[in-house]
């Protein structure tokens, strides 16, 4: 069985950092491009980050550009997003996706496979 499974949300204050981790189960990662997308209650899914974990090219949104890094293991077969300086705009549920791509790009209905989401919340 095909899945993604995220971790690493939770609670943090505004200039804290959090570490979310996607880790891939039943097929490996160096194959696809990876995706990180948030959605907040009342809004639009958007995209944050991708990776091609063949190449290893990394776009941001302008949102999280100075910010968030994207990494990739492919021994571990994982995807991580390393946020810093978080602001309470940030606060969303955070999905990771993968499409069997070279190149990633933020079009989150080419994503064949999406996780179940990790809450990551940022307030006082």
């Known amino acids: 069985q095909l899945q993604l499974v995220e971790s690493g949300g939770g609670l943090v204050q505004p200039g804290g950092s959090l570490k979310l981790s996607c880790a891939a189960f039943?097929?490996?990662?160096?194959?696809?491009?990876i995706g990180w997308f948030r959605q907040a209650p009342g809004k639009e899914r958007e995209g944050v980050s991708c990776?091609?974990?063949?190449?290893?090219?990394?776009r941001y949104a302008e949102s999280a550009k100075g910010r968030f890094t994207i990494s990739g293991d492919n021994a571990k077969n994982t995807v991580y997003l390393q946020m810093n300086s978080l602001k309470p705009e940030d606060t969303a549920v955070y999905y990771c996706?993968?499409?069997?791509?070279?190149?990633?790009?933020?079009?989150?209905?080419?994503?064949?496979?999406w996780g179940q989401g990790t809450q990551v919340t940022v307030s006082l």
């Open positions: 996706a993968a499409v069997p791509h070279l190149h990633c790009n933020f079009a989150g209905d080419e994503y064949a496979y």
């Open positions: 039943g097929f490996t990662l160096n194959n696809y491009a």
């Open positions: 990776i091609s974990m063949r190449g290893g090219v990394e």
